[in-house]
T-cell receptor
Framework: KAGVTQTPRYLIKTRGQQVTLSCSPI?????VSWYQQTPGQGLQFLFE???????NKGNFPGRFSGRQFSNSRSEMNVSTLELGDSALYLC?????????????FGPGTRLTVT | GDSVTQMEGPVTLSEEAFLTINCTYT??????LFWYVQYPGEGLQLLLK?????DKGSNKGFEATYRKETTSFHLEKGSVQVSDSAVYFC????????????FGTGTSLTVIP
């Protein structure tokens, strides 16, 4: 069974630009969550999508947005990039039901903002 | 609010030493508790979990017991190996809350031969 894939793996952007990251969940998983990982703040929850609907949202500014497609693939967009957005962005998928909600993480996208 | 606090790292141990990584939590309800591990250059992997008080999660020689009275979920292993070198994250989540996990800051473990 293929794992969670994230593209691209590495990205360098300039302040003020926008960026789109992609996540393909494990086949059959309907929930995709996004996390930002930085040395200072650790892992912080961005948002979660289930069946194309945002079901939960963390405490991030509106510059961070996401969406989920009918095949469960998800994209995350960050507009007007700031230096502080440099981080490892992790995507996690799960079945999304109450019975089984274990998350499986992808390898992440390393975003560097210069 | 909900939060997880882990012992500060990094932790360096010799092979075959006993490992304890402390984790305590603050919860508004009755969460499930998890330990995740992150190897260099990889995403997080679920190591073990416990869904209710007094449950013991175990996997690959690692164990952790959900202690409601002390709000703790300490990770232990009796004899570490070099291959256990990684960053360990304690986390909590609630069933049916949209999969929102609260993670600790992580504890880096290095095992030397």
């Amino acid at each position: 069974k293929a794992g969670v894939t994230q593209t691209p793996r590495y990205l360098i952007k300039t302040r003020g630009q926008q960026v789109t990251l992609s996540c393909s969940p494990i086949s059959g998983h309907r929930s995709v969550s996004w996390y930002q990982q930085t040395p200072g703040q650790g892992l912080q929850f961005l948002f979660e999508y289930f069946s194309e609907t945002q079901r939960n949202k963390g405490n991030f500014p509106g510059r961070f947005s996401g969406r989920q497609f009918s095949n469960s693939r998800s994209e995350m967009n960050v507009s007007t990039l700031e230096l502080g957005d440099s981080a490892l962005y992790l995507c996690a998928s799960s079945k999304g039901t109450e019975i089984s909600y274990e998350q499986y993480f992808g390898p992440g996208t390393r975003l560097t903002v210069t | 609010g909900d939060s997880v606090t882990q012992m500060e790292g990094p932790v360096t141990l010799s092979e075959e030493a006993f490992l304890t990584i402390n984790c305590t939590y603050t919860a508004t309800g009755y969460p499930s508790l998890f330990w995740y591990v992150q190897y260099p250059g990889e995403g997080l992997q679920l190591l073990l979990k416990a869904t209710k008080a007094d449950d013991k999660g175990s996997n690959k020689g690692f164990e952790a017991t959900y202690r409601k009275e002390t709000t703790s979920f300490h990770l232990e292993k009796g004899s570490v190996q070099v291959s256990d070198s990684a960053v360990y994250f304690c986390a909590l989540s609630y069933l049916g809350t949209g999969n929102q996990f609260y993670f600790g800051t992580g504890t880096s473990l290095t095992v030397i031969p």
